[in-house]
Protein backbone atom coordinates (compact mmCIF):
# COMPACT_ATOMS: atom_id res chain seq x y z
CA UNK A 1 0.00 0.00 0.00
CA UNK A 2 1.14 3.38 -0.62
CA UNK A 3 0.25 5.88 2.06
CA UNK A 4 -1.00 9.12 -0.36
CA UNK A 5 -1.96 11.39 3.25
CA UNK A 6 -1.24 10.68 6.98
CA UNK A 7 -3.33 13.15 8.76
CA UNK A 8 -3.63 13.81 12.87
CA UNK A 9 -7.17 14.41 13.58
CA UNK A 10 -7.36 14.46 18.19
CA UNK A 11 -6.46 12.99 21.02
CA UNK A 12 -9.25 11.46 23.65
CA UNK A 13 -9.40 9.76 26.56
CA UNK A 14 -12.93 8.90 25.29
CA UNK A 15 -14.62 6.51 22.94
CA UNK A 16 -17.67 9.17 22.73
CA UNK A 17 -15.06 11.89 21.57
CA UNK A 18 -13.08 9.39 18.88
CA UNK A 19 -13.65 10.02 15.11
CA UNK A 20 -16.83 8.60 13.60
CA UNK A 21 -16.74 4.85 13.06
CA UNK A 22 -17.24 4.93 9.52
CA UNK A 23 -14.03 3.79 8.76
CA UNK A 24 -11.74 0.72 9.79
CA UNK A 25 -8.96 1.17 12.60
CA UNK A 26 -6.21 0.07 13.76
CA UNK A 27 -4.55 0.20 17.29
CA UNK A 28 -1.12 0.17 18.82
CA UNK A 29 -0.47 -0.90 22.26
CA UNK A 30 2.23 -2.60 24.14
CA UNK A 31 4.71 -1.18 26.93
CA UNK A 32 5.76 1.83 27.63
CA UNK A 33 8.84 2.94 25.30
CA UNK A 34 8.38 -0.29 23.49
CA UNK A 35 8.19 2.30 20.04
CA UNK A 36 4.48 2.66 19.10
CA UNK A 37 4.73 5.93 18.29
CA UNK A 38 8.09 5.56 16.62
CA UNK A 39 6.02 2.29 14.66
CA UNK A 40 3.49 5.08 13.17
CA UNK A 41 5.73 7.59 12.18
CA UNK A 42 8.06 4.91 10.07
CA UNK A 43 5.04 3.26 8.19
CA UNK A 44 3.47 6.97 7.30
CA UNK A 45 7.13 8.34 6.70
CA UNK A 46 6.74 11.29 8.41
CA UNK A 47 9.05 12.04 11.42
CA UNK A 48 6.63 13.57 14.02
CA UNK A 49 3.33 12.59 13.45
CA UNK A 50 3.27 10.95 16.18
CA UNK A 51 5.20 11.75 19.25
CA UNK A 52 8.11 10.12 20.23
CA UNK A 53 10.39 10.36 23.39
CA UNK A 54 13.12 8.46 24.89
CA UNK A 55 11.68 8.23 28.49
CA UNK A 56 8.87 6.31 28.89
CA UNK A 57 4.65 7.47 29.54
CA UNK A 58 5.52 10.27 26.38
CA UNK A 59 1.75 9.18 24.89
CA UNK A 60 -0.98 9.45 27.08
CA UNK A 61 -4.60 9.63 25.40
CA UNK A 62 -6.36 7.63 22.65
CA UNK A 63 -4.36 9.80 19.02
CA UNK A 64 -6.42 9.46 16.11
CA UNK A 65 -4.56 9.53 12.68
CA UNK A 66 -6.38 9.45 9.28
CA UNK A 67 -4.39 7.64 6.72
CA UNK A 68 -5.24 8.15 2.61
CA UNK A 69 -8.92 9.25 4.18
CA UNK A 70 -10.06 5.71 4.38
CA UNK A 71 -8.53 3.95 7.61
CA UNK A 72 -7.48 5.10 11.00
CA UNK A 73 -3.96 4.44 13.14
CA UNK A 74 -4.47 4.73 16.57
CA UNK A 75 -1.65 5.32 18.94
CA UNK A 76 -2.04 4.33 22.59
CA UNK A 77 -0.69 4.80 25.83
CA UNK A 78 1.90 2.29 26.62
CA UNK A 79 1.47 -0.32 30.10
CA UNK A 80 4.22 -1.52 32.18
CA UNK A 81 6.25 1.96 33.24
CA UNK A 82 7.14 0.95 36.82
CA UNK A 83 6.77 5.15 38.10
CA UNK A 84 3.24 4.98 37.21
CA UNK A 85 0.78 5.37 40.42
CA UNK A 86 -1.51 2.50 41.13
CA UNK A 87 -4.34 5.18 40.87
CA UNK A 88 -2.79 5.92 36.95
CA UNK A 89 -2.76 2.51 36.13
CA UNK A 90 -6.30 1.90 36.78
CA UNK A 91 -7.06 4.86 34.83
CA UNK A 92 -5.48 3.59 32.12
CA UNK A 93 -6.80 0.20 32.22
CA UNK A 94 -9.80 1.56 32.31
CA UNK A 95 -9.59 3.89 29.31
CA UNK A 96 -8.09 1.00 27.58
CA UNK A 97 -10.87 -1.59 28.33
CA UNK A 98 -13.72 0.62 27.40
CA UNK A 99 -12.18 1.18 24.29
CA UNK A 100 -11.46 -2.23 23.22
CA UNK A 101 -15.22 -2.77 23.93
CA UNK A 102 -17.14 -0.16 22.81
CA UNK A 103 -15.15 1.22 19.83
CA UNK A 104 -17.23 -0.75 16.99
CA UNK A 105 -14.62 -0.10 14.12
CA UNK A 106 -11.71 -1.56 15.84
CA UNK A 107 -10.50 -3.92 13.00
CA UNK A 108 -7.33 -5.37 14.68
CA UNK A 109 -5.15 -4.53 17.51
CA UNK A 110 -1.14 -4.52 17.54
CA UNK A 111 0.36 -5.78 20.00
CA UNK A 112 4.20 -4.22 20.22
CA UNK A 113 7.12 -6.64 21.68
CA UNK A 114 10.45 -5.18 22.19
CA UNK A 115 12.00 -7.82 20.50
CA UNK A 116 15.31 -7.90 22.79
CA UNK A 117 13.83 -9.04 26.25
CA UNK A 118 12.73 -12.58 26.39
CA UNK A 119 8.65 -12.96 27.26
CA UNK A 120 7.86 -10.67 30.29
CA UNK A 121 4.68 -11.85 32.17
CA UNK A 122 3.13 -8.45 31.85
CA UNK A 123 2.92 -9.30 27.82
CA UNK A 124 1.70 -12.50 27.93
CA UNK A 125 -0.88 -11.18 30.07
CA UNK A 126 -1.90 -8.74 27.89
CA UNK A 127 -1.38 -10.43 24.77
CA UNK A 128 -3.82 -13.60 26.46
CA UNK A 129 -6.10 -10.77 27.70
CA UNK A 130 -6.61 -9.67 24.36
CA UNK A 131 -7.45 -12.85 23.02
CA UNK A 132 -10.01 -13.54 26.41
CA UNK A 133 -11.77 -10.47 24.76
CA UNK A 134 -12.47 -12.06 21.29
CA UNK A 135 -10.57 -8.88 19.79
CA UNK A 136 -8.45 -9.15 16.31
CA UNK A 137 -5.09 -8.89 16.82
CA UNK A 138 -1.60 -9.45 15.84
CA UNK A 139 2.06 -9.23 17.38
CA UNK A 140 4.68 -6.21 16.49
CA UNK A 141 8.24 -7.29 17.19
CA UNK A 142 10.21 -4.01 17.58
CA UNK A 143 13.11 -2.52 17.81
CA UNK A 144 15.45 -5.64 15.42
CA UNK A 145 18.56 -3.07 14.59
CA UNK A 146 19.52 -3.01 18.52
CA UNK A 147 20.43 -6.92 18.45
CA UNK A 148 21.32 -10.03 16.30
CA UNK A 149 18.98 -12.33 14.18
CA UNK A 150 19.82 -14.90 16.37
CA UNK A 151 18.40 -13.20 19.33
CA UNK A 152 15.32 -11.82 17.45
CA UNK A 153 15.14 -15.50 16.21
CA UNK A 154 15.01 -16.78 20.18
CA UNK A 155 12.54 -14.01 21.58
CA UNK A 156 9.64 -14.67 18.72
CA UNK A 157 10.35 -18.85 19.21
CA UNK A 158 10.16 -18.19 22.92
CA UNK A 159 6.79 -15.92 22.93
CA UNK A 160 5.76 -18.28 20.37
CA UNK A 161 6.12 -21.49 22.88
CA UNK A 162 4.55 -19.42 25.63
CA UNK A 163 1.55 -18.64 24.25
CA UNK A 164 0.84 -22.61 22.81
CA UNK A 165 0.21 -23.05 26.64
CA UNK A 166 -2.88 -20.98 26.15
CA UNK A 167 -3.50 -20.75 22.58
CA UNK A 168 -4.21 -23.82 19.67
CA UNK A 169 -3.41 -21.12 17.09
CA UNK A 170 -0.82 -18.27 17.36
CA UNK A 171 -1.13 -14.93 16.41
CA UNK A 172 0.55 -13.65 13.24
CA UNK A 173 4.11 -11.87 13.85
CA UNK A 174 5.88 -9.46 12.55
CA UNK A 175 9.22 -8.17 13.12
CA UNK A 176 10.37 -4.57 12.84
CA UNK A 177 12.52 -1.89 13.12
CA UNK A 178 11.78 1.78 13.06
CA UNK A 179 15.53 2.79 12.94
CA UNK A 180 16.26 0.40 9.84
CA UNK A 181 13.29 0.66 8.82
CA UNK A 182 12.19 -2.83 8.41
CA UNK A 183 8.85 -4.45 8.36
CA UNK A 184 7.06 -1.59 7.10
CA UNK A 185 5.59 -3.34 3.36
CA UNK A 186 4.87 -6.24 5.67
CA UNK A 187 2.77 -4.15 7.81
CA UNK A 188 0.70 -2.02 5.46
CA UNK A 189 -0.04 -4.85 3.22
CA UNK A 190 -1.54 -7.01 5.87
CA UNK A 191 -3.84 -3.78 6.83
CA UNK A 192 -4.81 -3.23 2.94
CA UNK A 193 -5.42 -7.17 2.52
CA UNK A 194 -7.89 -6.48 6.07
CA UNK A 195 -9.54 -2.98 4.94
CA UNK A 196 -9.98 -5.45 1.84
CA UNK A 197 -11.87 -7.92 3.73
CA UNK A 198 -14.04 -5.74 5.75
CA UNK A 199 -15.15 -2.44 3.44
CA UNK A 200 -18.39 -3.88 2.85
CA UNK A 201 -19.22 -2.89 6.30
CA UNK A 202 -18.14 0.69 5.17
CA UNK A 203 -20.22 1.00 2.09
N1 LIG B 1 17.06 1.60 17.90
C1 LIG B 1 15.75 1.75 17.86
N2 LIG B 1 15.15 2.61 18.71
C2 LIG B 1 13.80 2.72 18.63
C3 LIG B 1 13.02 1.99 17.70
N3 LIG B 1 11.72 2.31 17.90
C4 LIG B 1 11.70 3.21 18.90
N4 LIG B 1 12.94 3.46 19.35
C5 LIG B 1 13.31 4.40 20.44
O1 LIG B 1 12.64 3.98 21.63
C6 LIG B 1 12.20 5.13 22.38
C7 LIG B 1 10.71 5.07 22.62
O2 LIG B 1 10.01 5.20 21.39
P1 LIG B 1 8.48 5.65 21.31
O3 LIG B 1 8.05 5.45 19.90
O4 LIG B 1 8.28 7.00 21.90
O5 LIG B 1 7.82 4.54 22.26
P2 LIG B 1 6.29 4.41 22.72
O6 LIG B 1 6.00 2.95 22.74
O7 LIG B 1 5.40 5.23 21.85
O8 LIG B 1 6.34 4.96 24.20
P3 LIG B 1 5.18 5.61 25.13
O9 LIG B 1 4.38 6.57 24.30
O10 LIG B 1 5.94 6.27 26.21
O11 LIG B 1 4.35 4.47 25.61
C8 LIG B 1 12.64 6.34 21.57
O12 LIG B 1 13.88 6.78 22.10
C9 LIG B 1 12.82 5.80 20.16
O13 LIG B 1 13.76 6.51 19.40
C10 LIG B 1 13.70 1.08 16.81
O14 LIG B 1 13.13 0.39 15.97
N5 LIG B 1 15.06 1.02 16.94
MG1 LIG C 1 4.12 6.72 22.33
Not at 43 to 53: D, I, M, R, V
Not at 64 to 83: E, S
Not at 136 to 157: E, H, N, R, Y
Amino acid sequence: MVIKEAKFLMSNTRVEQCPTPNKPEYAFIGRSNVGKSSLINMLTEQKNLAKTSSSPGKTQLINHFLINDDWYLVDLPGYGYAKVSKGSREEWRKMINYYFQKRENLTCVFVLIDSRHEPLKQDLEFINHLGTLGLPFVVVFTKLDKQSATKTDSTIAAYARKLRETWDELPRFFQTSAEKHIGRDEILNFIEEVNEQVQNQYK
